[in-house]
């Protein structure tokens, strides 16, 4: 299993992203999942009006991202329990795995969140180090 990946980035998530379509689900959180406090805190409360997947009910202020797992030697299930690094020069912070992506055509690796892409001052195709830091989450609720 590969514990450092680095490659391109873009940004996906949220109501506002209309590259995803209105009914378009994630490969790592299904609805049922939301009542476990570890997928809850990356959503919004209630899915935007029209909207009934999950991929535009991303809350974009939540650290999230989404990277091709099964091509780097993860399980669905480690993917969605792990907790990653991630890196762009002295910048650095933790997000979750919420889906599977991008595509290949777009020659990128990682999708991130809205705020996670401003916190580590990443724009569409900046190189991002991405590192497993732990294959389950902390014990506990929030």
């Not at 480690?78 to 910048?91: D, E, N, P, V, Y």
């Amino acid at each position: 299993m590969t514990e450092r990946m680095t490659g391109k980035m873009s940004t996906f998530g949220g109501p506002h992203d209309l590259g995803v379509g209105p009914n378009e689900g994630l490969a790592c959180v299904e609805l049922a999942d939301l009542s476990d406090w570890w997928f809850r805190r990356c959503f919004l409360p209630f899915a935007p009006i029209g909207t009934e997947g999950l991929a535009r009910r991303l809350n974009p202020a939540a650290y999230y991202f989404a990277f091709r797992f099964t091509l780097e030697g993860y399980s669905r299930e480690q993917a969605r329990r792990s907790i990653f690094k991630l890196t762009c020069g002295l910048r650095s912070n933790f997000a979750q795995c919420v889906d599977w992506g991008p595509a290949a055509s777009t020659e990128r690796n990682f999708d991130l969140s809205p705020a996670l892409a401003g916190n580590l001052a990443v724009r569409t195709d900046d190189i991002i180090i991405v590192e497993l830091l732990s294959l389950s989450p902390p014990a506990g609720g929030v």
